[in-house]
């Protein structure tokens, strides 16, 4: 290639390389990768280490931003794994069924912090560091397998990484989207998805190596080529299960397209998909034959609603990248090299495969702003030819991920300083000290009664079951949050409710008391442990003459049941 067509990526003809090696990275490219990905890491800490710091002396932050609920499941999974188990039971319920081994990923993150001494919180990080690394890494690898133009790798690189939709504007003014909707528009961003959690960015980076390996490493059948894509098809099934069916559906329309343009069968590429797919389907199946076998993991079902937004939804979603990727696509379908039958397919599969009649719909964009974002700089470099103006439509498609940066900081870490703190966000030193002494003198195995906050906490931080938390994770949630409610609104029984549903410790704090007038010297409680404001109350067996048994009526059929 000339020294021309190497520094000016509007050469259309020479901007992608079906064979080219990843070897040709240079040094001075892995350089530039390690200090800008150091960058956007950086980046993603600035909100965790800004709500650290602006914690008042009574407040403690919970290490969560985005999202808390659901990180309070991991946190909570990563619990499991620090007592030493692998069996995941829902952590936000009573009820115990059999078990089943799932989300074996944060397990093995809640061993590796025992080993190593480390709160769960910090491996949480580390662990979502790691993988945004891994992610910026392959995605880097993925454009020089693309293209051998250094600037046009860069772009493609950077608005993978960092570029997003409008997800600011619904953030910002809601525009009578729910907050889950906001958060699924927010996400079409893989640096929001490094800013949320460890598993997001590696299983993207996985989907990128599995699809490396099959349309640019595998060339011929081997054992250690098939091992290879089974353990990153493993790997991939554990961190999210059904994304191995998003994979293998893009590789096979990529491969068929590829049988179509040569008019002989890619006997390789159809081969690996279908021995390591079977081997990953196998698995598939046992993991769903051990959801069937646990009645509580109905839960995961019918609670588990994630629908995708609708039209206007997924154009904020994607915002400026929409148009650019278009004809991004165009071209593809032009040239139709390998890559771009991969990237083609991986688009228009996964957008109607993402409103399925399924009940975690949305999960399937998941890593769509990978192709959207690669074929968008391809575009860009078609249609923009001149540097600057180029440059203010990339900076314009990166806005959003700079307000996010922003706004985490300013709207989230503030609120250490403010009246009234967001409840997930932070602790108060109070309610800390009750966590760490159920912690230490609680066994994991009891069950606890605390308010809705709390509820969310003692998991994550304890270990200890509790009556409602999370509301998918939460057998019977609708139910159960409004036994909750109801209890400290003083409505039902309180007594009997302790009883019936043989709860072992009660916590009562201010945000408690502020839902209604609660004494505990009318409960069957003895105080054990107590921090400021902050009560820790050990349930008496003995029943109270004259007391109505008002939980049984309220919550019949529960007992027997594994509480």
Partial sequence: MSHESRCNPGHAASIVNPALPVSSISSAERRWLFWSSAVVLLLSVLPYVACTVAAMPDRVFTGLLINPPDGFTYLAKMRMGWEGNWLYHLPFTLERGPGAFLFSYYFALGHLARIADMPLPVMYHVARLAGGAALMWTAYWVAASMTEVTSLRKLMWWLVTFSSGFGWIPLKFGLGYSYYDQQVIAYASAFYGLVANPHFPLAMAVMLLMYLHLFRYQQSLSLRGLATLSVLSLGLLILIPFMPVVLYLVAGAASAAMWWRDGRLPRVQFASILIVGSITAVCLIGMQLQINADFTFKVLATQAKTPT??????????????PFAIIGMVSAWRRRRDWDFVLLAWVCLVLPLSYVPYHMQWRFLLGLHIPMAILAAQGLVRSIRPAVPRRLVVAAMMSSSVYIVAHLIMSKASVATATVHYPLTYLSADEAAALTWLR???????????????????PAYAGQRVVAGHGVETFDAPRKSKLVADFFAGTLDRAALLRDLSIDYVVIGPRDRARGALDPATLPVQLEFTSGDVGVYKVERRPIAGKQDGAQAAMPGLRGRGG
């Fill in 440 to 458: 230490t003198k609680v066994p994991v195995s009891d069950a606890v009664f605390a308010g809705p906050e709390m509820n969310f906490f003692i």
């Fill in 309 to 322: 937004p609708g039209f206007l939804g997924m154009l904020l979603s994607y915002g400026l990248l929409w």
